[in-house]
């Protein structure tokens, strides 16, 4: 018996760590094969509609903060909206978004921030002169964000479904 016997690469694969089956670790949206099809399932409420299967988490490691539970928002396809200014996101665990004009993919939360276990808030800010103030979603433990947005007084909450961390 010797090492030599072993095919070339196997010890170095026993010895790599393995995420499969790591529930420890957020996963986002990007590290699903299917994408969004692998974290969606049927609203008990109405089956027409989709939610998450997972719990929604601050996407950062090391935090994990637990946004919103299994089962409460509903994904929807709309508009998109300007999370970040010009200089993009500012944080690598939080991906550009769609531009817009063009649609993005969220987790709308309604009626009101009861729904959430865990939610911060910026300031209201003023997207344009028409628009209605808005806020953005941020974790209410570590701060990183935007991770969505809602308007000021507002009764529905968007997620945009790239920004939140999934287990
Ligand atoms: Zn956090």
């Known amino acids: 018996m010797s090492n030599q016997s072993l095919p070339p690469g196997a010890l170095e694969a026993l010895k790599r760590p393995s995420n499969v089956g790591d529930r420890s670790t957020i ?21 027409g509609e989709l939610t998450h299967k997972f719990d929604l988490l601050c ?3 090391g935090c994990g903060s637990v946004i919103l539970k299994a089962g ?19 944080h690598p665990d939080l991906p550009a978004l769609p531009t817009t004009p063009g649609t993005a993919q969220w ?4 009626p009101n921030m009861m729904e959430f276990e865990n939610i911060g808030f910026t300031r209201p800010v003023q997207q344009d002169a028409a628009a209605k103030k808005l806020k953005f979603l941020i974790c209410a433990e570590c701060d990183l964000g935007p991770l969505g947005w809602c308007e000021e007084g507002g009764s529905e909450f968007w997620l945009a479904c790239s920004r939140v961390g999934y287990r």
Do not use: Y
Request: no cysteine; hydrophobic share 40%.
């Open 72 to 90: 409460v928002g509903r994904w929807v396809e709309h508009d998109g909206v300007e999370l970040d200014n010009e200089k993009g996101p500012l």
């Open 107 to 110: 987790w709308l939360v309604s």
């Open 27 to 47: 996963r986002k949206l990007s590290d699903f094969n299917e994408g969004i099809l692998a974290v969606v399932t049927s609203r008990n409420i109405d089956l």
């Open 59 to 61: 996407p950062r490691n």
